[in-house]
């Protein structure tokens, strides 16, 4: 198993900046792929990003251009860099990781953008 522990969410003004953090209990290179999601409410969960272990990223549509990721294999942390925030990337945003063919989640930490 992995667990996956977000950090870094607040309350923030539109256009601004915020970098989450996700720490991993175990080893990323035994990670196949690791990202962020995001749920705001009444919404289904939604890919923000997402990187696998070859090197290739993906991101939604909706944050290409905004949002950065980033890992510290030392660390054993992954990073959304996220700046031009927006109301609408109010949610809860979610560290993901698939080992060994199984998928987990962080517990998520909120992210509200508002003026």
């Known amino acids: 198993q992995v667990q996956l522990v977000e950090s870094g969410g607040g309350l923030v003004q539109p256009g601004g900046s915020l970098r989450l953090s996700c720490v991993a209990s175990?080893?990323?290179?035994?990670?196949?792929?690791m990202g962020w999601y995001r749920q705001a409410p009444g919404e289904q969960r939604e890919l923000v990003a997402i990187?696998?272990?070859?090197?290739?990223?993906h991101y939604a549509d909706s944050v290409q251009g905004r949002f950065t990721v980033s890992k510290d294999y030392a660390k054993n942390t992954q990073y959304l860099q996220m700046s031009g925030l927006k109301p609408e990337d109010t949610a809860v945003y979610h560290c993901?990781?698939?080992?060994?063919?199984?998928?987990?989640w962080g517990q998520g930490t909120q992210v509200t953008v508002s003026s």
């Open positions: 993901y990781a698939n080992y060994y063919d199984s998928d987990y």
């Open positions: 175990t080893s990323f290179y035994s990670i196949n792929r």
């Open positions: 990187f696998s272990r070859t090197g290739s990223t």
